[in-house]
Nanobody, 114 residues
């Protein structure tokens, strides 16, 4: 069974930075697109960023220029560097593997104070 382990969430002030990491094992993570969605209270889960096996990246308009997604050297990890954080970035962030069905992590809380 594929398992995703997320880390790096927490509390930051507006304008600050946080770095999320997602780690998995096995070939599914290395060979398929992975990334993050987020869900704020009372809102639907929304796409944040993704990276393919060949390191092509995609971002939501709301985070372009502030967030950077990358794969680790071992290809079994992915990182989301979040800079210039805004209170609107407050949400639970979920790592995922683009597969059928989608594989989700347990989520990590990111809270940005104004």
């Amino acid at each position: 069974q594929v398992r995703l382990v997320e880390s790096g969430g927490g509390l930051a002030q507006a304008g600050g930075s946080l770095r999320l990491s997602c780690q998995s094992s096995g070939s599914l993570f290395r060979t398929n697109p992975v990334g993050w969605y987020r869900q704020a209270p009372g809102k639907q889960r929304e796409f944040v960023a993704s990276v393919t096996a060949t390191n092509n990246t995609n971002y939501a308009d709301s985070v372009k220029g502030r967030f950077t997604i990358s794969r680790g050297n071992t290809k079994n990890t992915a990182n989301l560097q979040m800079n210039n954080l805004k209170p609107g970035d407050t949400a639970v962030y979920y790592c995922y593997i683009q597969w059928s069905p989608v594989v989700w992590g347990q989520g990590t809380q990111v809270t940005v104070s104004s």
